[in-house]
């Protein structure tokens, strides 16, 4: 069965600095990775995933993350946050040929400072 | 709105009582998810179900009882819950089953259990 680390609990940051939260996944198979955000008051909502390709992936709002499967990880980066990011973020995986749901994260909530 | 539609966004019932959260989609997707979100802990996945067929019973206690009379609609019918169980349900609709497609989520119910 698949599982997700997210190291990072509660991260707060000033506007303009740079940011980056980890995942880390469990599972020996191929998989898909996703990250979910979710603005205070707001549904969850997709901010970038991947599934094969370039393991650079770009998402909305400027943000990116990478795939480095070696690492199992699939960290989270933005060069400059804004005060607007404020939310909590969920990394989240599947098994690519299980066919199974996404397993997420216990989320790392992002504080921006203005 | 998100195209997955929960009611009631908020509920309040005693231990004893009997209550239902309703999801619906119209997205033309074919599986529902049911989700535990509570604090401090990752998302919680419940329930799977594909093409109106329970996939995944994540050891949910049968206190929990779900229902997916069509590929539109999924309900999970709550009876003798603990203290314990007051959280936030979130459901969630994908096209199918695992796979690159993300979830569309809906604005969950926040059950408050007395």
């Known amino acids: 069965a698949q599982s997700v680390s997210q190291h990072n609990h509660h991260v707060i940051l000033s506007e303009a600095a740079s940011l980056e939260l980890g995942c880390n996944y469990s599972y020996g198979g191929t998989v898909n990775l996703f990250w979910y955000v979710q603005y205070p008051g707001q549904h969850l909502q997709l901010l970038l995933k991947y599934f094969s390709g370039d393991p650079l992936v770009k998402g909305i709002k400027g943000f990116e993350a990478e795939f480095i499967k070696s690492k199992f990880s699939f960290n989270l980066r933005k060069p400059s946050v804004q005060w607007s990011d404020t939310a909590e973020y969920f990394c989240a995986v599947n098994a690519r040929q299980a066919g199974t749901a996404l397993i997420f994260g216990k989320g790392t909530t992002l504080s921006v400072s203005s | 709105e998100t195209g997955v539609t929960q009611t009631p966004r908020h509920l309040v019932m005693g231990m004893t009582n009997k209550k239902s959260l309703k999801c619906e989609q119209h997205?033309?997707?074919?599986?529902m998810y049911w989700y535990k979100q509570s604090a401090k802990k990752p998302l919680e996945l419940m329930f799977v179900?594909?093409?109106?067929?329970?996939?995944e019973n994540n050891s949910v206690p049968s206190r929990f009882s779900p229902e997916c009379p069509n590929s539109s609609h999924l309900f999970l019918h709550l009876h003798t819950l603990q203290p314990e169980d007051s959280a936030l349900y979130l459901c969630a609709s994908s096209p199918y089953l695992g796979g690159e497609k993300d979830y569309t989520f809906g604005s969950g119910t926040r059950l408050t259990v007395v």
């Open positions: 179900y594909n093409f109106k067929e329970q996939t």
């Open positions: 997205l033309g997707h074919n599986a």
